[in-house]
C-alpha cells in the first residue's frame, strides 16, 4: 500500500527526520528505506525498531516526506497512529524519535512505550 498523504494514516515525518534519512541512505549499503516497526519487549512493554532496508514489502505503508521514504508494516501502523517521527540531536545523542500520543508511558531512553 503506497500513499504520500501522511494524514490519511494519521503518521507524520518531521524534515529533519526526512533529511536524516536521506542521508543516511545515500552513505550506506544497507538500504534506502527506513524501516519502523513496534516489537513486543523492551522496558515498557513495547519498542520501536529502525533499520534500513533495500525492499519493501507489498502491504507496507510508504511514507514519502521530500526524498525520503519510510517504511511501515500493517501491524505496527495500529500502534503508530497520530504519531510523529523525528530526528533529534541533544545532549543526550542522536536518534530518531516517535512522537506517540498513545503511548501511556516511555522509559528514559525513548525506544520502549506502554500503552
Known amino acids: ?18 533529511r536524516r534519512i536521506i542521508s543516511l541512505a545515500a552513505s550506506s549499503k544497507e538500504g534506502k528505506f527506513l524501516r519502523l516497526s513496534v516489537n513486543g519487549g523492551g522496558c515498557s512493554g513495547f519498542q520501536y525498531e529502525f533499520k534500513l532496508e533495500h525492499q519493501e514489502h507489498a502491504d507496507d505503508l510508504k511514507i514519502h516526506k521530500l526524498d525520503a521514504i519510510v517504511l511501515v ?13 523525528d530526528f533529534v540531536d541533544d545532549l543526550m545523542g542522536q536518534s530518531f524519535r516517535v512522537e506517540n500520543p498513545n503511548a501511556k508511558s516511555s522509559c528514559g531512553c525513548g525506544t520502549s512505550f506502554s500503552l
Open 1 to 18: 500500500m503506497n500513499t504520500s498523504g501522511a494524514i490519511e494514516f494519521q503518521f507524520s515525518v518531521t524534515e529533519t527526520a526526512a
Open 73 to 85: 508494516d500493517p501491524v505496527s501502523i495500529e500502534f503508530l497512529k497520530g504519531s510523529t517521527l
